[in-house]
Nanobody, 115 residues
Framework: QVQLVESGGGLVQPGGSLRLSCAASGFMFGAYVMNWYRQAPTKQRELVAS???????YYPDSVKGRFTISRDNAKNTVYLQMNNLKPEDTAVYSCNTALRGIPYWGKGTLVTVSS
């Protein structure tokens, strides 16, 4: 079955960096769009990065220039490099894909940006 497992979260100071990973299994990873979302307490879930099968990317203005999504199809893994982190980036980060219109989610990894 489809599995998405995130890792790499943790506590980081403002201005610091983290790289998140999402290991995928159970589907033809290279053929699908992969997304990173985040959800902070009391806020709605927000899309922070997308990458297509041809590695075209999308970022909202809130993270553009600071976050970079990439994928390694040989490792069935999608990454999120986060630089110049801000306290408002604190959230649970989850990876996502959709197969035949059905969304799949990992359990998420917590990123806390605090001094």
């Amino acid at each position: 079955q489809v599995q998405l497992v995130e890792s790499g979260g943790g506590l980081v100071q403002p201005g610091g960096s983290l790289r998140l990973s999402c290991a995928a299994s159970g589907f033809m990873f290279g053929a699908y769009v992969m997304n990173w979302y985040r959800q902070a307490p009391t806020k709605q879930r927000e899309l922070v990065a997308s990458i297509t099968s041809s590695s075209s990317t999308y970022y909202p203005d809130s993270v553009k220039g600071r976050f970079t999504i990439s994928r390694d199809n040989a490792k069935n893994t999608v990454y999120l490099q986060m630089n110049n982190l801000k306290p408002e980036d604190t959230a649970v980060y989850s990876c996502n894909t959709a197969l035949r219109g059905i969304p799949y989610w990992g359990k998420g990894t917590l990123v806390t940006v605090s001094s």
